[in-house]
Nanobody, 129 residues
């Protein structure tokens, strides 16, 4: 089964930027949809962004548009999340997820965690004000 490993988190000042990476263990990932979710303490998991296997469909949560960008490099078997203008409320554990394309047919399908078959352990993002 595909395994996902996130990296790139850390402590950043408010207003700064980060690029999170999610590396997959095998080439099956190249045919999977991928997504990013985040969860802060005492809050529910929140959809951040999702992308189809070929990158032709990409979605970002409405409240995060303009600051969050998802991309993927098929050759590197990696999906990225670029975060600009970090706010203190962006602090959370960010996890990537992936799964076969079958259930991913519209924007809403990317926001549903149950549609993703595999998950990474997460990377912590901390924002200092």
């Amino acid at each position: 089964q595909v395994q996902l490993v996130e990296s790139g988190g850390g402590l950043v000042q408010a207003g700064g930027s980060l690029r999170l990476s999610c590396a997959a263990s095998d080439r099956t990932f190249s045919r999977y949809a991928a997504g990013w979710f985040r969860q802060a303490p005492a809050t529910e998991r929140e959809f951040v962004a999702g992308m189809s296997w070929d990158g032709t469909s990409a979605y970002v949560a409405d409240s995060l548009k303009g600051r969050f960008f998802i991309s993927r490099d098929i050759d590197r078997n990696t999906v990225y999340l670029r975060i600009n203008s970090l706010h203190p409320e962006d602090a959370a554990v960010y996890r990537c997820a992936a799964g076969p394309m079958e259930p991913f047919d519209d924007r809403g399908s990317y926001t549903r965690a149950a549609n993703y078959a595999v998950w990474g352990q997460g990377t912590q993002v901390t924002v200092s004000s």
